[in-house]
T-cell receptor, first 118, second 113 residues
């Protein structure tokens, strides 16, 4: 079973629409870390945000916001008023740190391709 | 400039011909890792190294070897490449494991014919 599931393979929106990228994770650990990375068409991978399992505060950074809900094992990413430059593949990732975990492993979801049309 | 470098960026080779993809970071990071990216499969971890003394397998280690003789370098070795290893490879480093974000190299596009 996948530890990180990004069910949306592709999403297309028109500029200025809001869009939410879903990420569901699976872990038995109480201590873990979640990440979002962006891969624009140029191919590089860029870190966006991290969250530890003890911090359920949602975060907003400009047009980006993240909703972490332990009750549903989700760490969703919302882009408000999307722009063409937001077109990219977005990856969610999980790192576990509890006893019995394989420390150092990083599990990525399969990614969501977001296309924003002008 | 803080960065992770990979070489070569593009490589076309034939089945069975040993190759090495180099990875180097200049940030004094303890943790380094290799990933492969394939369409529809996302990023999968091949090997990772928590520090120069600890290296371990990721999701898809078969057919690959790594070496961490010094902190800054983490080469990926394909002793006998096969066509199913055709992929986009990324090296990454971070200060340590856990909460620290990964810094990725630019990627190496490998084609094995």
């Amino acid at each position: 079973a996948q530890k990180v599931t990004q069910a949306q393979t592709e999403i297309s929106v028109v500029e200025k629409e809001d869009v939410t990228l879903d990420c569901v994770y699976e872990t038995r650990d109480t201590t873990y870390y979640l990440f979002w990375y962006k891969q624009p068409p140029s191919g590089e991978l860029v870190f966006l945000i991290r969250r530890n399992s003890f911090d359920e505060q949602n975060e907003i950074s400009g047009r980006y916001s993240w909703n972490f809900q332990k009750s549903t094992s989700s760490f969703n990413f919302t882009i408000t008023a999307s722009q063409v430059v937001d077109s990219a593949v977005y990856f969610c990732a999980l790192s576990e740190a509890g006893r019995g975990s394989t420390l150092g492993r990083l599990y990525f979801g399969r990614g969501t391709q977001l296309t924003v049309w002008p | 400039e803080a960065q992770v470098t990979q070489n070569p960026r593009y490589l076309i080779t034939v089945t069975g011909k040993k190759l090495t993809v180099t990875c180097s970071q200049n940030m004094n990071h303890e943790y380094m890792s290799w990933y492969r990216q394939d369409p529809g499969l996302g990023l999968r971890q091949i090997y990772y190294s928590m520090n120069v003394e600890v290296t371990d397998k990721g999701d898809v280690p078969e057919g690959y070897k790594v070496s961490r003789k010094e902190k800054r370098n983490f080469p990926l070795i394909l002793e006998s490449p096969s066509p199913n290893q055709t992929s986009l490879y990324f090296c990454a480093s971070s200060l340590s494991w856990g909460i620290y974000e990964q810094y990725f190299g630019p990627g190496t596009r490998l084609t094995v014919t």
